[in-house]
């Protein structure tokens, strides 16, 4: 699943693994796909978001960005979206394992 506005063009078919008799159980996989994919949910809830508040910017003045608070709040939106690629991207593998 590509998506042209994606953060880490990352694509969840490299990922998904073929449940067989000599690799790892559906269980297993399942359960290790799905802890990986609930941490990223509550990496999303737990991100710092008074930290992005402006008081704690401004200070930095003109020296690197002329907007350190806009710079600060697109960065924050990209670390945001990126965190739920990988939410997208682990449910998606999740889905295909629970498949086979």
């Known amino acids: ?6 953060i880490l063009e990352l694509s969840a078919y490299p990922l998904i693994p073929v449940v ?3 690799g ?3 269980k297993s996989l399942v359960s290790q796909w799905t802890q990986f994919r609930n941490d990223l949910e509550k990496a999303a809830e737990n991100f ?5 508040h402006g008081r704690n910017h401004y200070v930095k003045g003109e020296i690197d ?3 350190p608070q806009v710079a600060m709040r ?3 939106i990209r670390v945001q979206k990126a ?8 449910q998606e593998v999740l889905e295909k394992v ?3």
């Open 48 to 52: 710092p978001h008074e930290s992005c």
């Open 1 to 6: 699943m590509k998506n042209h506005n994606s």
């Open 24 to 26: 790892s159980s559906k």
């Open 83 to 90: 965190i739920e690629e990988l939410i997208d991207c682990s």
């Open 65 to 67: 960005d002329p907007c």
């Open 74 to 76: 697109e960065a924050a």
């Open 98 to 100: 629970n498949e086979q």
């Open 20 to 22: 067989h008799m000599n």
